[in-house]
């Protein structure tokens, strides 16, 4: 599915934190960039319709965000955030069987269908085995994964991830990392934040860069990424070498 915003604006008590964004977000995995408090999670919540008071045009496919109700939404769009804390000592299985209630009926509970979806998306995430798991005793990138799991569940078309890998070690960044762009890869349309610029070059592809609440970059990660936009976005000297950001002085 296409994603297409078009002049989105929001401020937060008459301070900006979006201006004029505008960008188009075709299947694959879109990484998006910025500096802390530039406006990602806002934009994300917008699109999601969890923030109303903005001005300028979201659309999934040709439907305008704002004339659809969260139930549409919901079977539009999946959100997978940074981690998950239940009170409960919920099974691995039955959060990923949470992802399905935004179909059900009021007070109906979760059938044949439902179950067979959570069990798809387990088998897809590569984690089958620890359905029966008791959700907070796994680790955090196994955590991580159930979230994809119980977002796929959803059965949408898109997928917004606000910093999925952001409280991993590496090998389980990794393994995150290489699940979503294998999502991707299936023809999911996929928008993740993050603060790494080597991972939007390894995996995404395409860099939507946000500085000052507008768009500073977009396009394919070895066309925009630069050491000139890594310098406008965190203030640091990078070489970007093939594959490779290296930290150091640049030379662009």
């Given amino acids: 599915m296409t994603i297409t915003v078009e002049n989105l604006s929001y401020s937060y008590k008459n301070q900006p934190v979006l201006k004029q964004v505008t960008f188009r977000a075709e299947p694959g995995m879109t990484a998006v960039l910025g500096p802390n408090g530039v406006g990602k999670s806002t934009l994300f919540k917008c699109m999601l319709g969890l923030e109303k008071g903005y001005s300028g045009s979201i659309c999934f496919g040709t439907q305008e965000t704002s004339d659809l109700s969260p139930r549409q939404l919901a079977g539009i769009a999946a959100y997978i955030p940074q981690s998950s804390h239940p009170t409960f000592g919920y099974r691995v299985f039955d959060v990923v069987l949470m992802g399905t209630s935004g179909r059900l009926a009021p007070f109906s509970v979760p059938g044949k269908r439902e179950h067979q979806a959570a069990c798809q998306a387990l088998e897809t995430v590569g984690i089958a085995e620890l359905a029966q ?69 390894t995996y995404a592809d395409r860099v939507l860069a946000l500085y000052r609440g507008r768009v500073q970059a977009d396009g394919a990660p070895r066309e925009v990424l630069s050491g000139t936009l890594i310098r406008t976005l965190y203030g640091i000297e990078t070489n970007v070498e093939g594959d490779f950001i290296i930290p150091g002085r640049s030379r662009t």
């Fill in 133 to 201: 798991r008791d959700y907070r005793k796994l680790s955090g990138g196994e955590q991580q994964l159930v979230l994809i799991a119980r977002a796929l569940a959803q059965q949408t078309e898109v997928l917004i991830m606000d910093e999925p890998t952001a409280n991993l070690d590496y090998g389980n960044q990794i393994r995150v990392l290489e699940t979503v762009q294998s999502l991707a890869k299936q023809g999911y349309t996929v928008l993740m934040s993050t603060h790494n610029p080597q991972n939007a070059l």
